[in-house]
């Protein structure tokens, strides 16, 4: 049988981006270093999980578009309605804004997410499998391990919702093909398990890794319980379990306090902000320069992207944000050279983004943390899943609870059943712009792309409608792996 080829199930990878300063890397060759030496030791498993979280963010088949999961927040955001293309100069994310890039097999925007997210597997799998013999304290190993398995878990999370069909609650189980399960550290191709199982490994590893982690981390950067939750919280909003949605959303957001109205205004680029409950800590010696998050998604970062076709927000969702609300302040509706930032040269179309911002007018660096994870989407989470289970009452308590740091004019929703799912959905797009959500909440809602009506570019955007259910939801599997993996079948055309 042929190896399967986007898997890149590799120690080398993970090992290459882990600190340098560990015995084995200065005394082995790379090429042969093996996993027993890898994780030998709780020192040497802790810098080869570093590098896991480390191939987060580096550059996919060369393309500086493609830097890490940062690069798919964005692009799934543009596949949705309220991420518009600002000006007809656009060139980044006209394809995926069209929906033509996802549905061509020999496109690099199918190729990337498969890569990275099976590479971050594929280190985590070595890991899982070597953890239980490192020497070392149990609690580095418990950690550790525990991680590995949250990684798991979450490469596989993003991987089923792109390439599988929605999960639907009223069809258990789910029998449509999801993704190839591979759970030991190898490169064999295999078939394509259903979404029902893809979903109770998902739960299972994350279920596991609870068991294992405290709310204790170095940093902000490697995942902990709080951050676990979360995930299980993501996992049973799309699998539409409202109970333990709410449930784990409350849990991971315990001790974590929402920002106020002035930090809401600092830039979204601080890992230090008090409701960030995981993220990407950018450090001097890991900066992707024209490739990073903040080089596409800020107002004032100096490159082509920012000065000729920045990011604006879909305007009728603008138009229902209050003034009184300090999120209106993240969008200028008719910037001017007084109301609005933006790098020398750059242009200012309507509704133009201010919600992520460096340091400095212009800025020459693109060192911004990137949000992987914030306690306001769990207030949202439970929100929702509370509504959906017909518990008006405690829904709007917290809504309330997070929109009143936004907004102190904002009186209790009074709202029930839909009206008050729609209201809370709202918020969660507002809240939630440019952090990666939207393309996955309309296919996990089973709603329509709708983008008419809105400041869509006609000319750039193309396409305006997609119904719920199209084929045109589901990523293409990627045709390199077809031709490598005679196990696998490829998704409707």
Known sequence: MKKKYLGYFSLVFALLLSSCEEAYLDTTPTAS??????????????????????SFIVRYLSSQGHSGHPAMMIILD??????????????????????????SDVNTMVQ???????????????GIANLDKAVGPAADRNSLKGEALALRAFGYFNLVQLYGKRYDATAKPNAQLGVPLVLEPTTEGKPRNTVEEVYTQINKDLADAAALLTTSRLNKSHINLSVVKGLQARVALVQQDWTNAAKFAAEARAGYVPMTATMYQDGFQDIA?????WGFDHLEDQTEYFGGYHSYISCNYNSTVIRTYPKVINSLLYKQIPATDVRAKMWVETPTTANSIVPPG????????QKFRLPGTPSTSA???????????????????????????????VLFDLVKTRDASYVKSTKTGVALIDEILVQR???????????????????????NGTNAIASVALLFDVPAGDVRWEFLIPRREINANPAIVQNPL
Do not use: C
């Not at 997410?113 to 971050?120: L, S, V």
């Open 112 to 126: 990337f997410p498969y890569e990275m997210y099976y590479r971050i597997i594929g280190n985590a799998n070595i």
């Open 33 to 54: 270093i093996d996993a027993g030496s890898a994780y030998a030791t709780t020192k040497n498993a802790a810098a080869a999980v570093n590098g896991i979280y480390r």
């Open 273 to 277: 902000n008090s409701e960030w409950m």
């Open 429 to 451: 797009r507002v809240e939630l712009w440019g952090e990666g959500h939207r393309f996955l909440d309309l296919k996990r809602t089973n709603a329509a792309l709708n983008r």
């Open 346 to 353: 750059g242009v200012r179309p309507k509704f133009l983004n």
């Open 367 to 397: 060192m911004g943390d990137v949000p992987y994870m914030r306690a306001a989407e769990m207030y949202l989470i439970e929100a929702e899943a509370k509504a959906r289970l017909n518990d008006a009452a405690g829904a709007s308590q």
């Open 78 to 103: 543009h596949m949705g309605e309220d991420m518009v293309l600002g000006t007809t100069a656009a060139s980044w994310h006209v394809g995926e804004t069209r929906w033509t890039a996802h549905r």
